[in-house]
């Protein structure tokens, strides 16, 4: 009997979840993170690095409400396969980090966000992406957990009302990164077909040959194999 048990194998991939962060490794993530574009280099973000297991239960109370709300609005098939995803890593992760943006700091003096004041929080969300990259390159992978009611995250983790908790992050080593998104695997969506979201000069105007045309060459290129039996 080569194989580990059920239970020894829960154990290990309890055990590589849980592995901790080093802060090392840690700093990386943020500083990756901090070094993303934002908007008249507003720089809005901050991070709470949360570690704390009281802390993380606290969150995780949160989640499983609204998991359970969210839950009740499915029915059937559908409703079986949400109960049956694993949509956190709350407690599981040696750490959870809240990117947050502080939309009304004067920060870069406004430029950029006099007509579009949203773009501090599409800063803040180029820095999760950072954060996200640098993490798959160290092995580690990533959870967005937004299955929560902001008022509560914002409570347990005090944050000031003039502070957005953006993304509530689960960050742990995992032992594979899978080759398609999980919800693609299990059925609940389907990736969409490029050329039906491109348009040409005006919205409105898609041409699907033509944007087939403009995307021929991912047939063959093998820097993007993710794109090529499409
Ligand atoms: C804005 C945003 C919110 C998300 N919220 C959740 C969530 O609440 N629960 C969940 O399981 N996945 C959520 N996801 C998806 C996952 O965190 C993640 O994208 C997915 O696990 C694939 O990660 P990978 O590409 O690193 O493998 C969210 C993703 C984004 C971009």
Known sequence: MNRFNDQER???YHAIESRPIEDDVLARLIA????APSVGFMQPWEFVIVRDGGVRRAIYDNFNIANRAAADGYDGS???LYDSLKLEAIVDTPINLCVTCNPASTRGFGLGRQTMPETAV???VCAVQN???AARAEGIGVGWVSILEPSVLRAVLQIPEDVLPVAYLCLGYVTEFRPEP????RGWEKRLSLPELIHFDRYGTRDEPRARELLHSLKDDPML?????R
Do not use: I, K, Q, V
Request: a negative charge; aromatic letters at 12%; zero cysteines.
């Open 10 to 12: 829960r154990g290990l």
């Open 32 to 35: 990756a993170a901090h070094h």
């Open 78 to 80: 559908r409703r079986e």
């Open 122 to 124: 599409y800063s803040t």
């Open 131 to 133: 954060l996200w990259l």
């Open 182 to 185: 999980e919800l693609e695997t």
């Open 225 to 229: 194999e993710f794109e090529r039996d």
